[in-house]
C-alpha cells in the first residue's frame, strides 16, 4: 500500500500562482511514477501530468502544458505540482496517483485505470 496525502491548495485570483504537494508513506516512494489528474464539478476525472519513478521523463495534457510543472523528491517522498498562469477552468479538485508500472507515452500514463493508489484530493478555486 502506498497512502498519498495531498496539500496546497486555496482559493486564488486569475494568473496567480500555487503549487501543490503530493506526501507519500509506505511502499518505496521511487519505485512509482506519479500522476497528478483533476475533477471539476460535474465533469470526469482528467489527467493533468505524470513524472516517471526517477523524474527523468515527465509529461502534461495539452491544457495545462507551459503553465504546470510536475516534479519529485524521492528522499522527500514527495511529488509537487507548480501551477503558474491559473485560469478559472483550472477550478478542481487536484489528486496525486501512483502507478507501479513503466509507461513511455503520453496516452498510456493519462490513463486514470493504471494508477494503483489515490489521494484525497485537495481543492484548487480559481476566481475571474
Known amino acids: 500500500q502506498v497512502q498519498l496525502v495531498e496539500s496546497g491548495g486555496g482559493l486564488v485570483q486569475t494568473g496567480d500562482s500555487l503549487r501543490l504537494s503530493c506526501a507519500a508513506s509506505?511502499?518505496?516512494?521511487?519505485?512509482?511514477?506519479m500522476g497528478w489528474f483533476r475533477q471539476a464539478p460535474g465533469k470526469g476525472r482528467e489527467f493533468v501530468a505524470r513524472i516517471t519513478s526517477s523524474g527523468g521523463r515527465t509529461d502534461y495534457a495539452s491544457s495545462v502544458k507551459g503553465r504546470f510543472t510536475i516534479s519529485r523528491d524521492n528522499a522527500k517522498a514527495t511529488v509537487y505540482l507548480q501551477m503558474n498562469s491559473l485560469k478559472p477552468e483550472d477550478t478542481a479538485v487536484y489528486y496525486c496517483a501512483a502507478d507501479r508500472e513503466l509507461c513511455f507515452t503520453l496516452e498510456c500514463g493519462a490513463n486514470r485505470n493504471r494508477y494503483d493508489f489515490w489521494g484525497q484530493g485537495t481543492q484548487v478555486t480559481v476566481s475571474s
Open positions: 509506505g511502499r518505496t516512494f521511487s519505485n512509482y511514477a
